[in-house]
Every structure is written in C-alpha cells, then in structure tokens.
C-alpha cells in the first residue's frame, strides 16, 4: 500500500541499504540494484540482509486503456528494471509496482490531504483489492522474472472523525489507497489477506527471495 517518492539523495541518507556497502556490492559477480526511490521498499529489502544500491526509474506509471490491474503492476515493474537496467550491463535489477482496485476501478496515490479523504471515505466498509508486481531482470542476458502478488484488505466503515485524525496523524498521501498497512493503518482495517503481508508495504520478499534462488542468489 506503499510507494512513497523521495530524491535520490535523500533517500541514500534516509535509507542506506547496508554498512558494508563499500566493502563489496556483488552478489554471485552480480551488483544488486533495486529500481525505487521508495524508503519502504528500501527498508524491506535490508531485511534479506544482502548488499545492494538503489536507482530512480523514473517511468510513467499511468494505466494503459481498458488494461487490468494486474497487467499494470506487472508492465510497470518489468518497465521500472529495464529503465535502470540501461546504466547497469551486468547486474540484477528488482523493479515493483502496486495498483490497487476497488470496485473495477484503479485506484492511486492521493498525494494531497483532499485526495485522502475521498479516498478513505470511498472505500470504508469496503474491500480494496491490492496487485504488487514484483520483476528481477538479469542484465547481462536480458532474462526477467515476473510475478504478482495479490492482497486484500477490508476497513471499518470508519466515522468521518476518523479517517481525518488518521490522515493527520499518519499522512499516507504517497500511498496507494491512503493507509499504511505497517502503520496506524492497521487499525482501519476489519481484515485482511494475502500470501505476504510485505507485499502490501511495496514489495514481496517471498517472491523475491525464490527469484534470487533461481538466479543462484542464496541468501545463507
């Protein structure tokens, strides 16, 4: 339910992916790059413990006409490793995406304190289905692994009193669906499901973790 935006610089001091970055970035002879400038998807991948830097994308991320939900987080997240891949000749690029869904209908991030409102107040009693795509492309031979997650998440019918203190408290405005689902915004929700509940912060580590196996990538 996250992808917030944040400067390149201010994100490699915000979310410096590990201490010993310096003392080696190849993984199997492979550097690791993850295509975000996302904190939350900086701070889940630290959590495989494995060295790797991080690289703006810089995609259009509009939906195509009459394109799926998934479809778009699956196209977006292949886009946003390719994009990176082009200043990368031999690496392993991990590009992700998030749309979510409610009622047949895309649903973004809100960005503004308005935007959040309609959208908590739109979706309170209601279930709001979340597809985060998640792509590890291989540079060097142009091979790519894509595969989506699926999430879903039902809030309470929240009181109008509610949803404007969480907005203010919280500020989720760079999140798909306006909650944080590793935050306050738990305590929205009537229920939840999915396979990985990391998925729903931005990007899922189970997928990621069997895609590194496959491209020899063992993590212990």
């Known amino acids: 339910m996250t992808d917030a935006g944040a400067g390149q610089e201010n994100l490699r001091k915000t979310c410096a ?5 310096s003392e080696g970035i190849f993984l199997n002879s492979k550097l690791l790059v993850l295509a975000s400038t ?50 990368y000749s031999d690496a392993l690029i991990i590009g992700s995406d998030q749309v979510a869904l409610l009622n047949g209908q895309q649903i973004g ?27 590890l492309l291989n540079s060097q031979t142009g091979k790519y692994q894509t ?11 929240l009181s109008d009193t509610e949803i404007e203190s969480y907005l203010r408290k919280e500020q989720p405005y760079h999140c798909a669906g306006s909650v944080k689902s590793e935050g306050l915004g738990i305590a929205l929700m009537s ?6 509940p990391n998925a729903l912060i931005g990007l899922p580590l189970i997928l990621l973790t069997e895609m590194l196996r496959r491209e020899n990538v063992l993590l212990f």
């Not at 703006?56 to 994009?83: C, G, I």
């Not at 991030?109 to 979706?123: E, F, G, M």
């Not at 595969?147 to 019918?157: D, H």
Request: glycine share 4%.
């Open 147 to 157: 595969e989506v997650a699926e999430n879903s998440v039902t809030l309470r019918n």
């Open 38 to 87: 996302s904190p939350y998807r900086c701070e889940l991948l630290k959590r495989l413990q494995i060295p790797f830097i991080t690289a703006a994308p810089n995609v259009n991320e509009a939906p195509l006409p009459d394109e799926t939900a998934r479809a778009t987080s699956a196209r977006l997240s292949l886009d946003k490793a390719r994009a990176v891949a082009a200043n």
């Open 191 to 196: 229920g939840m499901t999915g396979d990985d």
């Open 109 to 135: 991030k809100p960005l503004t304190h308005d935007n959040a409102v309609k959208q908590l107040s739109s979706t309170r009693g209601k279930t709001t289905h979340f597809y985060t795509a998640l792509t």
């Open 17 to 21: 992916p590990l201490e010993n970055l």
